[in-house]
């Protein structure tokens, strides 16, 4: 988040940065948000989920967001901000998927399944988001080498490093209209409420 809206303040990316959310008061995030100008909102999400879910829709909507980017937030968006905003809300994995995604599979655990697997390359993919984890369609995947021995702290290091700019890449890509989203908007479950 940090580089996108440093990207968007020196004019490398032309986008506007309309609204942080995080579902922690401690996180960082806000306060950066503050600091830079961009509005922010705490929308707790453990006590009631599905009121968070109007709460994110709503001030999403309020915020005028176009496409929403999720960057550092671990928490399974609801079925009323997957529905108004389906396929136009992206995520940033550490690693190559399906291979490496699902349910629980972030953090440590990610590099933790990389070192096991001996690959010689781990990833940064950005993807559309659904109701599933890690499963909407790949929108952009970055090749991260690997060194052989590399452990879980080593795969992280790597593969955080390269996340910035990969993504503010990316998101001026689809700005300039370079790449385009994928047609076919993900797959959001008929049993979502």
């Known amino acids: 988040m940090r580089a996108i809206v440093r990207a968007i303040e020196a004019g490398e990316l032309e986008a506007k940065a309309r609204l942080v959310v995080s579902n922690r008061r401690e996180a960082e995030a806000l306060a950066f948000a503050a600091e830079h100008g961009v509005p922010a909102k705490l929308i707790p999400t453990r006590a009631d989920p599905e009121a968070a879910d109007a709460a994110l829709c709503a001030a999403l909507e309020s915020a005028c967001v176009d496409l929403v980017i999720l960057s550092g937030y671990l928490r399974r968006v609801g079925p009323r901000v997957l529905r108004r905003y389906a396929g136009r809300i992206l995520n940033i994995h550490p690693a190559a998927l399906p291979k ?3 349910a629980g599979m972030y953090g440590r655990a990610v590099h933790e399944a990389v070192a096991a697997s001996g690959d010689a390359a781990s990833a940064v993919t950005i993807h559309l988001v659904d109701d599933e984890y890690d499963h909407g369609p790949t929108v952009a995947a ?22 910035p700019a990969f993504f503010v890449e990316v998101l001026r890509r689809i700005s300039t209209g370079e790449l385009k989203l994928p047609s076919s908007a993900p797959k959001i479950s008929d049993n979502l409420p």
């Open 100 to 102: 490496y995604g699902g």
């Open 142 to 163: 970055l090749a991260v080498p690997l060194a052989p021995g590399d452990d879980a702290e080593a795969i992280s290091a790597r593969v955080t490093s390269a996340e």
